[in-house]
């Protein structure tokens, strides 16, 4: 998978849980997903937990703790997929 | 220092299916797990725990800098259904929880500190854009502010640094009162400590 299917897939995931429309269509690797993105501390969770079972991976709770950005997310991601 | 963090229930019972697979255990110690099973009515529990977390998380952003998504280096203990500690890496805050049928309120401070000095008010308001809400509850604090402090209204302002704290100023001056704020769904609170 490469960086644009990355983000792509990441968008679908994020998007029930966003509350700033504006940030969320120009969402680059930079995105944060509290600050830009507003989304709710509580709906991280569910995000983390949308993102194991989209790629079939777990996110330890050493790798979720810096899981606050769309580029973290995809750091995360890609090291997780390797491992497997 | 304090910090604050409040639950509006009905918002939570449609933004959050805690009872998903994994969500539990992503966010709670295995002694939390514990006290949501034992409840009798586990959403108000799970909430509470919740507050207890984010309320600290944000004092203790507020001491040491940084941010961080680690639901679970935050360890709450309840001393009752409303008040608790929650420690992390050996920093200890006590957290007072008010629960109404509309919503969950925790507010923690430092262990040492005098939870009855903390002044704090909570407020409903129906205002679901989010950007206005925020402008809207801004207006409230400078307003209260101004009135216990004799500062003139005109000239206070609140501004978030890099990490998403909030910080009064004055004639474009930080002050040293601490502020803490927080929003969700109809409700809103603030703490100044």
């Known amino acids: 998978m490469n960086k644009e299917e990355l983000i792509t897939s990441l968008k679908e995931i994020v998007k029930p849980y966003i509350k700033d429309e504006n940030n ?22 569910d995000v983390i937990l949308d993102i194991e079972n989209a790629f079939n991976i777990v996110i330890d709770n050493e790798s979720m703790e810096k899981m606050l950005t769309v580029k973290a997310a995809m750091e995360i991601i890609t090291t997780k997929l390797k491992e497997k | 220092m304090t910090g604050n963090d409040i639950v509006d229930i009905a918002t939570a019972a449609a933004e959050s299916n805690w009872r998903r697979k994994g969500f539990l ?64 890496n050996e920093t200890i805050y006590s957290t007072t ?12 401070v430092p262990l040492t500190a005098a939870i009855t000095e903390v002044v704090s008010h909570c407020f409903h308001c129906n205002q679901p ?8 509850v801004y207006k409230i604090i400078i307003s209260y502010f101004s009135t216990s402090s004799g500062k003139e209204e005109k000239q206070l302002s609140i501004t978030k640094n890099s990490d998403g704290i909030p910080f009064l100023f ?14 969700h769904g109809q409700y809103a609170a603030f703490t100044i400590y």
């Open chain 1, 24 to 45: 969320f269509e120009h969402l680059t690797e930079e995105t944060d997903f509290l600050k830009d993105l507003k989304i709710n501390s509580a709906n991280l969770v």
């Open chain 2, 25 to 88: 255990e992503k966010i709670f110690t295995p002694l939390e797990q514990q006290y949501i099973q034992e409840a009798k009515q586990p959403d108000k529990t799970v909430w509470t725990l919740w507050s207890m977390k984010e309320s600290a998380y944000k004092v203790y952003t507020r001491q040491y800098g940084g941010r961080f998504f680690a639901p679970q280096k935050l360890n709450c203990t309840l001393l009752t259904n409303v008040t608790g500690h929650v420690s992390i």
């Open chain 2, 97 to 108: 929880t008010t629960i109404t049928d509309g919503y969950i309120y925790t507010i923690a």
């Open chain 2, 129 to 136: 854009a989010l950007a206005k809400l925020q402008q809207l």
């Open chain 2, 170 to 183: 004055y004639k474009k001056e930080k002050l040293s009162t601490p502020v803490s704020i927080t929003h």
